[in-house]
């Protein structure tokens, strides 16, 4: 019997949907490398571990049936997952090793991705003239998330390594995690009608449009992004996280509080009133409730915050606990999943195109002042069965691995401002994605600083 086809989970599909435009969904995993790289190893290496990762070697598909159309992975057996090798020019030296890969890498990632006739990544290496590179799978969202993202180019580390040395690297029989964060198996439930309204206010916080925003000088019209990449010392994660954890809150929800007060602290030393801010705050639900084992089975929680919440850091980081808390209680982050299930079949029965049209015009409605995406620990050392601060892949076939950079490009161009954090090699490291129609380069840097500082002032 022929398989069952390969169906993007609802969430994927309307990634994959919403990927027009501006909007380029892409997921990017740079890795520093010291050392000269063998480029005939990495290259196949990167073969193989594309083996373990069907969806790298497929194609998008429509299906036609009954009750509409649906998009499904269709697998390529014979299809190599591209590998493009290229040297970066001595005129561009002096630049941040995040900027060289992003600046290089330009044309290929604001060109437009045909899924239906082309794998959904491919994988760039890029040299430089003292010896080291920066190896860096580009993902489309719809087939994977950070999470994906972050294993494959692991893979590829790993089979290279055996490649180049003979052997398996130690760290390949690791239980792979990338979230710190512990998960209770839960039921889905059908909610109260209380529950359905605190649902549905929570929804439609995103799309008021009155939020707050830090003002800056970017223009209108500038469809760019800036990407700054801030790495705290060793000695200064340790303090932020022991200090969360004294004060009874999560580093996560310290974040977001500092998130929202630097937002005040900016725009006050502009001589603009504050005003009500909102937050979104993405949550893997893999390991949260059966049956949702897929890439991108995550959802999102929505915090709306008013002036006279935001006095103080630690209290607001508790009040933001408190709600996270209370909308996980409620399963709104399954309400979210099952309210994007709800749009995707609504729009079924339409041509491909239209629903790409109409999805994206609803993507782009969807507005928070600060996003925020905490991926945990990448590629951590395990504890007792637990993953720790500290990484375990620090090193492959004579290469040292010096820095991972995680980044979402464009993957919502209506978002403003999102920062994506981790940790690695004990440290903890922030990406600001931001809107150059908001900010200039230079007022998203001091925004990021702005916003460290007001974390490392809470230890």
Not at 5 to 17: K, N, T, V, Y
Not at 74 to 101: K, M, N, R, W, Y
Not at 169 to 174: F, I, L, P
């Amino acid at each position: 019997m022929p398989e069952p086809p390969d169906f993007l989970d609802p969430l994927s599909e309307m990634i994959a949907l919403s990927a027009w435009g501006n909007t380029k969904n892409l997921i990017v995993t740079a890795i520093a490398l010291n050392g000269p790289v063998d480029e005939h190893a990495i290259t196949t290496a990167t073969q193989k571990a594309a083996k373990h990762f069907p969806r790298m070697r497929s194609f998008l598909r429509e299906l036609k049936g009954p009750l509409g159309r649906r998009l499904a992975w269709e697998a390529q057996p014979d299809l190599e997952f591209p590998v493009h090798i290229s040297s970066l020019s001595s005129g561009h030296t002096s630049s941040p090793a995040l900027d060289e890969f992003l600046n290089h890498l330009a044309p290929r990632l604001e060109r437009d991705r045909d899924l239906f006739h082309e794998p959904p990544g491919e994988l760039h290496v890029l040299k430089t003239a003292s010896g080291t590179c920066t190896m860096g799978p580009i993902i489309h969202h719809a087939a994977s998330d950070g999470v994906t993202a972050a294993e494959f180019g692991r893979q590829i580390l790993l089979e290279y390594h055996a490649l180049v040395t003979g052997e398996k690297h130690k760290a390949g029989s690791d239980v792979f995690v990338l979230s710190s964060s512990k998960r209770r198996m839960a039921r889905p439930r059908a909610g109260a009608w209380k529950d359905l309204a605190f649902s549905t206010v929570q929804s439609l916080i995103p799309y008021s449009p009155r939020i707050a925003l830090p003002v800056g000088k970017g223009r209108p019209d500038n469809a760019g992004q800036h990407h700054i990449k801030r790495t705290l010392s060793a000695e200064d994660s340790l303090r932020i996280l022991s200090a969360t954890l004294e004060k009874g809150v999560s580093f996560v929800d310290l974040l977001a509080a500092c998130a929202d007060i630097a937002v005040d602290k900016w725009n006050d030393n502009r001589n603009v009133q504050p005003g009500t801010l909102t937050n979104s705050m993405t949550i893997n639900m893999k390991g949260r409730y059966s049956g949702l084992d897929s890439p991108n089975a995550g959802g999102v929680l929505f915090f709306k915050t008013r002036p006279e919440m935001r006095t103080d850091i630690v209290s607001l980081a508790k009040v933001l606990s408190a709600s996270r808390v209370k909308q996980l209680r409620k399963q709104l982050d399954f309400a979210y999943f099952t309210n994007v299930t709800r749009l995707a079949n609504s729009f079924r029965m339409l041509p491909f195109e239209t629903r790409r049209r109409l999805v994206h015009f609803f993507v782009q409605k969807h507005r928070v002042s600060v996003g925020l995406t905490f991926l945990g620990t990448v590629w951590p050392k395990m504890k007792n069965g637990k993953p720790t601060a500290d990484t375990g892949l620090t090193e492959v076939g004579g290469l040292e691995i010096t820095d991972v950079h995680a980044i979402g490009y464009k993957l919502l161009s209506s978002t403003p401002l999102l920062i994506i954090v981790y940790l690695f090699r004990n440290q903890i490291n922030l990406v600001l994605a931001a809107s150059a129609s908001l900010l200039t380069r230079r007022e998203g840097e001091d925004f990021l600083d702005l916003v460290i500082q007001l974390l490392l002032d809470t230890r």
